[in-house]
């Protein structure tokens, strides 16, 4: 039995446009469909998620799916909202980034089952690397007028007079490499459905005038917004670059943070797409969160249900547990629980300085450790002022004038974290 996923996106959010007829086709019985995407990183970013949502809510809904990796488009560059040409990609890198890629959308596509809706992965170089020059532009190339290619948003653009790269020849070509894809996916596997970004409706479309006009046959294109960010800063990106989901690029704990400092605007957005919850439930979680925005249970809901599928249970665990040493009471058994990633994602940007492992071997005192050794305070004279007071911790503990930090008190024997007040920190590294 199929579902009726158009329906399923639309109250998410997640439908832009679709060609007419699509979601009685879609009603009819299992179909199949793909979604390309881009293997220029051995890993997807948070960018690629709502289109790899978009084929899990199509196999949920009893549908087939199909994911597309852009060997041979990789090697191009899309046009489509770039201004500028992508690098060039060899096929060993590329065959390695595909790998480490269908390992990360089998979180969220079953590949293996015997059902007959199991997800397949494609790789467009394998049918694209063996054509010739002159045989593509015999066979695809004379079936789409010049006049039509012009007419797409995302050729207009880069021809504009804003645009002052131009557009290279091996991109204005990208839509009928594109477009044959559809064309290949269509007669090879009857798929006769491509979804993608808003911004892909005119590459989309060129494979369906190819289907209608090469083989006879009715292809069908649907698309979902571009997410963007209530504040008009770019979705997906920090100060440090992409949201990447392997955790070796941006850490379970980067990764948990980012989805838990939205705004409330976007939380309510971004729940309903980028999680599987129901309606009733997401219903529920934004009228419990309207009444208490302060706890912010729209944003911590967000971010446990996608770091868990990204990631995993202990993954979160080990987050919320590294999230609550900055903003909340510790100790210095949840520190020395820490990975040293996880310590150095907490505590970047915070003031640090290095001691050598001697001078921890024979005990470094709290004054020296405060001041003339690391710079945290100005003086000695303050480092006593501020001991004095009770306001110094090492390792989230309290301590006074005559503590010693020793080699037991090291975090991945490497570091020690002081503290003044609640939010002044220091990382102190201990070097070999």
Same mark, same amino acid.
């Given at each position: 039995?199929?579902?009726?996923?158009?329906?399923?996106?639309?109250?998410?959010?997640?439908?832009?446009?679709?060609?007419?007829?699509?979601?009685? #086709?879609?009603?009819?019985?299992?179909?199949?469909? #793909?979604?390309?995407?881009?293997?220029?990183?051995?890993?997807?970013?948070?960018?690629?998620?709502?289109?790899?949502?978009?084929?899990?809510?199509?196999?949920?809904?009893?549908?087939?799916?199909?994911?597309?990796?852009?060997?041979?488009?990789?090697?191009?560059?899309?046009?489509?909202?770039?201004?500028?040409?992508?690098?060039?990609?060899?096929?060993?890198?590329?065959?390695? *980034?595909?790998?480490?890629?269908?390992?990360?959308?089998?979180?969220?596509?079953?590949?293996? /089952?015997?059902?007959? @809706?199991?997800?397949?992965?494609?790789? $467009?170089?394998?049918?694209?690397?063996?054509?010739?020059?002159?045989?593509?532009?015999?066979?695809?190339?004379?079936?789409?007028?010049?006049? #039509?290619?012009?007419?797409?948003?995302?050729?207009? %653009?880069?021809? /504009?007079?804003?645009? +002052?790269?131009?557009?290279?020849?091996?991109?204005?070509?990208?839509?009928?490499?594109?477009? #044959?894809?559809?064309?290949?996916?269509?007669?090879? =596997?009857?798929?006769?459905?491509?979804?993608?970004?808003?911004?892909?409706?005119?590459?989309?479309?060129?494979?369906?005038?190819?289907?209608?006009?090469?083989?006879?046959?009715?292809?069908?294109?649907?698309?979902?917004?571009?997410?963007?960010?209530?504040?008009?800063?770019?979705?997906?990106?920090?100060?440090?670059?992409?949201?990447?989901?392997?955790?070796?690029?941006?850490?379970? =704990?980067?990764?948990?943070?980012?989805?838990? *400092?939205?705004?409330?605007?976007?939380?309510?957005?971004?729940?309903?797409?980028?999680?599987?919850?129901? +309606?009733?439930?997401?219903?529920?979680? !934004?009228?419990?969160? @309207?009444?208490?925005?302060? !706890?912010?249970?729209?944003?911590?809901?967000?971010?446990?249900? !996608?770091?868990?599928?990204?990631?995993?249970?202990?993954?979160?665990?080990?987050?919320?547990?590294?999230?609550?040493?900055?903003?909340?009471?510790?100790?210095?058994?949840?520190? %020395?629980?820490?990975?040293?990633?996880?310590?150095?994602?907490?505590?970047?940007?915070?003031?640090?300085?290095?001691?050598?492992?001697?001078?921890?071997?024979?005990?470094?005192?709290? !004054?020296?450790?405060? /001041?003339?050794?690391?710079?945290?305070? $100005?003086?000695?004279?303050?480092?006593?002022?501020?001991?004095?007071? *009770?306001?110094?911790? &090492? @390792?989230?503990?309290?301590?006074?004038?005559?503590?010693?930090?020793?080699?037991?008190?090291?975090? *991945?024997?490497?570091?020690?974290?002081?503290?003044?007040?609640? %939010? @002044?920190?220091?990382?102190?590294? &201990?070097?070999?």
């Amino acid at each position: 039995m199929t579902l009726n996923f158009v329906k399923e996106l639309e109250w998410r959010g997640m439908l832009h446009d679709a060609m007419p007829g699509t979601e009685e #086709y879609l009603m009819d019985g299992m179909q199949s469909a #793909y979604v390309g995407i881009d293997p220029t990183a051995d890993s997807l970013h948070i960018g690629h998620l709502v289109g790899v949502m978009m084929l899990r809510h199509f196999q949920l809904a009893g549908h087939k799916p199909y994911a597309l990796i852009g060997g041979a488009t990789g090697m191009i560059g899309d046009p489509s909202g770039k201004s500028a040409e992508r690098n060039l990609l060899d096929e060993q890198t590329l065959r390695y *980034n595909q790998e480490a890629l269908k390992e990360q959308l089998s979180r969220f596509l079953d590949f293996k /089952s015997d059902a007959s @809706n199991a997800a397949v992965l494609v790789n $467009n170089y394998d049918w694209m690397k063996d054509f010739s020059f002159l045989a593509f532009i015999r066979d695809v190339g004379k079936h789409i007028t010049v006049n #039509y290619m012009m007419s797409k948003d995302s050729v207009k %653009k880069r021809l /504009s007079a804003e645009a +002052k790269e131009g557009m290279s020849f091996t991109e204005f070509t990208y839509q009928l490499v594109q477009g #044959y894809d559809f064309l290949h996916l269509f007669r090879t =596997y009857n798929c006769t459905l491509q979804m993608g970004g808003s911004d892909q409706w005119g590459n989309i479309t060129t494979g369906t005038e190819l289907i209608r006009r090469i083989a006879g046959g009715k292809g069908y294109a649907l698309t979902c917004p571009l997410i963007t960010k209530a504040d008009g800063t770019k979705f997906g990106k920090t100060e440090s670059g992409n949201v990447w989901l392997d955790a070796n690029r941006t850490s379970p =704990y980067k990764f948990y943070q980012y989805w838990l *400092n939205t705004s409330d605007a976007d939380a309510e957005k971004y729940i309903k797409i980028f999680t599987f919850l129901t +309606k009733d439930e997401i219903e529920k979680l !934004i009228s419990e969160h @309207n009444e208490a925005p302060h !706890i912010r249970l729209l944003q911590k809901t967000l971010a446990e249900e !996608i770091t868990i599928m990204v990631h995993s249970q202990e993954d979160l665990d080990n987050a919320v547990k590294a999230s609550g040493i900055l903003f909340g009471k510790s100790t210095s058994e949840d520190l %020395k629980g820490l990975n040293e990633k996880t310590f150095l994602d907490i505590f970047e940007g915070v003031p640090q300085a290095e001691v050598s492992m001697d001078s921890i071997h024979d005990g470094l005192d709290m !004054i020296a450790a405060l /001041s003339a050794q690391t710079g945290f305070l $100005n003086s000695n004279g303050e480092a006593r002022r501020e001991l004095k007071q *009770n306001s110094i911790s &090492v @390792n989230k503990e309290k301590v006074k004038e005559g503590f010693v930090i020793t080699k037991n008190d090291l975090i *991945n024997n490497k570091f020690v974290l002081l503290q003044r007040g609640k %939010k @002044n920190y220091f990382v102190i590294t &201990v070097k070999n």
